[in-house]
Each structure stands twice: as C-alpha cells, then as structure tokens.
C-alpha cells in the first residue's frame, strides 16, 4: 500500500515529467480522482492507501491522456461497461505475461474508443477483429509502463 504523495511522485519519475510541469501532471492526477477511476480521500485530514493495482490503472490513464484524449473520454473507454473490471483484467494479464503485452485501441473522435484485447506481439495486429483499427490505432506497450511504474515505486518508496 502507498500513500497519494507516493503515488504522486512515481508516476511523476515514471512519465519523465520535469520540474516546470509537475503542477499540471498533479492537475491530471487529481482529475482522474475526481472522475471516480481511483478512490477518493475519505475526507480532510484522513489519509488512504493506494494498491499497487491502482496505481497501475492510474498510470494507463496517464498514457491514454498522452494521446490527448479527453479524461472523461478516458474514464469512459476503460469503465462504461463494467466498472472497471476491464481495466483491472488488462493490468491482471499484463502482470502475469510472459510475453510483452500490448494495449491497441483506436482513439476516439468525440465519443468512445474501440478496445482490444492484449496483444502480445505487433503480427497479432492482422487478426481480423483488430482490422477495424486500420485506419488508424493507439498502440501501448503496457509491460513497458507497468515495469516503470514498478520501478519509480521501488525508487520513491525508499
């Protein structure tokens, strides 16, 4: 379990965010709390523990923003169907992997965006349920993220 001032500055150190623009990097953080995609303070001046899995999904929603997709859009894509499970499941086969795990998506104009499983490597791309993402694709190599994260949590928590 880790504090929010923890979780704060590995996500920082992990997305290689500079001094000049930690203020916004907090502003998107916080954002994404007041969404409802990570749990919220249980109130002025008491503290809550963040799971390693939390921060995980926090740190796919900092890659999706990257894209500069609307955070509302994002919450969206990863919790209009089942409340999160999607996301939780996309970081449970990430984890337990033995192969680089790919996340695709085809980012969205104005609504939400198509969703693929994980792939597991840049063929599996041809697979015909995945060619509606031709035209055009968002491509994340979550192991990637996931073994920054990890590694900025090691770091920070020091």
């Known amino acids: 379990m880790f504090t929010y001032q923890t979780v704060e500055n590995a996500l920082a150190r992990a997305n290689k965010v500079p001094e000049s623009g930690i203020g916004a990097f907090r502003g998107k953080i916080k954002h994404f709390r007041r969404l409802g995609m990570v749990?919220?303070?249980?109130?002025?001046?008491?503290?809550?523990?963040?799971?390693?899995?939390?921060?995980?999904?926090?740190?796919?929603?900092?890659?999706?923003?990257?894209f500069g997709i609307d955070p509302t859009v994002i919450r969206d894509m990863l919790w209009r169907w089942?409340?999160?499970?999607?996301?939780?499941?996309?970081?449970?086969?990430?984890?337990?992997?033995?192969?680089?795990?790919?996340?695709v998506f085809n980012p969205p104009f104005g609504g939400e965006g198509m969703i693929s499983p994980i792939i597991h490597s840049l063929d599996e791309l041809k697979r015909p349920e995945l060619s509606v993402l031709m035209t055009r694709m968002g491509l994340i190599n979550l192991s990637h993220v996931l073994l920054e994260v990890e590694k900025a949590l090691e770091e920070v928590a020091k």
Do not use: H, M, N
């Open 39 to 66: 749990p919220e303070s249980p109130g002025k001046g008491k503290k809550i523990s963040y799971e390693r899995e939390t921060v995980y999904g926090w740190a796919i929603c900092l890659e999706l923003a990257q």
């Open 82 to 103: 089942d409340s999160g499970k999607f996301l939780k499941a996309l970081i449970q086969k990430t984890i337990t992997s033995t192969k680089e795990s790919y996340f």
